[in-house]
C-alpha cells in the first residue's frame, strides 16, 4: 500500500519568514495530494490540494509543488503569522490504494513573534 | 465540513466494555471513513463505507466494528477487544471515495479509565 512520510515533525520560524514542509509517497499510481490543517483539539481542515497533472498551485500565502518523478511534494507557507502556528498533515490517494487517503504523521509549525 | 457532527465530544471507558461512538452527516455524501489519531503517528484509517449498507476494513480495524444502515450515519463500536483504545476520533466523508476530498468532523476523544 501507499507510504507517506513528513519531515520535518517540528518547526519554528519567526513571524514573516517562510516555512516548508515535505512529503514523501510510495504509490507511483497516486494522483492527489492534500494539505490539511489541524489546530489544538480541533478538526483537521482541507488547505490547499494538488493533482498529479500539475507541479505547482497556490492560493495566496499558500503554495503546493509536486514532483512526480521523485514522489515528493512540499508546502510552503509566505509571510508566515501567529495564526499559521499547527499541525499540518500531508495526505496521498490514488487508484492503487483504493482511493482513499494515506496521511503523513503531521509538522507542528510554531510561528514566534 | 460544518455539515458532519460527531458525538460525544469527550467520553470515558471502563477496560472491558463496548462503547459507540456516533457520526452524522447531512452533506448528502455516499462515502465515510473513520480515522483514529494518535500524538506522532498521523491519522489512520480504522473502517470506510463507499454506500450504505457496505463497509471495508482499513489499516487498523482489529477491535472495531461498524454499521452503514443510514447514509446519513456511520456509527463506530470501540470494543473490549481494542487494547489500546485511548486516543481522539475523527469521522470523516466526501461525495463519493473517487472524489477525494474529504471533510471532517470535530472529533471524540476517548479515554479507558
Known amino acids: 500500500g501507499e507510504n507517506v512520510e513528513q519531515h520535518p515533525s517540528t518547526l519554528s520560524v519567526q513571524e514573516g519568514d517562510s516555512a516548508v514542509i515535505k512529503c514523501t509517497y510510495s504509490d507511483s499510481a497516486s494522483n492527489y495530494f492534500p494539505w490539511y490543517k489541524q489546530e489544538l483539539g480541533k478538526r483537521p481542515q482541507l488547505i490547499i490540494d494538488?493533482?498529479?497533472?500539475?507541479g505547482e498551485k497556490k492560493d495566496q500565502r499558500i503554495a503546493v509543488t509536486l514532483n512526480k518523478t521523485a514522489k515528493h511534494f512540499s508546502l510552503h507557507i509566505t509571510e508566515t503569522q501567529p495564526e499559521d502556528s499547527a499541525v499540518y498533515f500531508c495526505a496521498a490517494s490514488g487508484p492503487g490504494g483504493g482511493n482513499k487517503l494515506t496521511f503523513g504523521t503531521g509538522t507542528q509549525l510554531k510561528v514566534e513573534l | 465540513d460544518g455539515g458532519i457532527t460527531q458525538s460525544p465530544k469527550y467520553l470515558f471507558r471502563k477496560e472491558g466494555q463496548n462503547v459507540t461512538l456516533s457520526c452524522e452527516q447531512n452533506l448528502n455524501h455516499d462515502a465515510m471513513y473513520w480515522y483514529r489519531q494518535d500524538p506522532g503517528q498521523g491519522l489512520r484509517l480504522i473502517y470506510y463505507s463507499q454506500i450504505v449498507n457496505d463497509f471495508q476494513k482499513g489499516d487498523i480495524a482489529e477491535g472495531y466494528s461498524v454499521s452503514r444502515e443510514k447514509k446519513e450515519s456511520f456509527p463506530l463500536t470501540v470494543t473490549s477487544a481494542q487494547k489500546n483504545p485511548t486516543a481522539f476520533y475523527l469521522c470523516a466523508s466526501s461525495i463519493s471515495i473517487a472524489s477525494n476530498e474529504q471533510f471532517f468532523g470535530p472529533g471524540t476523544r476517548l479515554t479507558v479509565l
Open positions: 494538488i493533482r498529479s497533472n500539475v
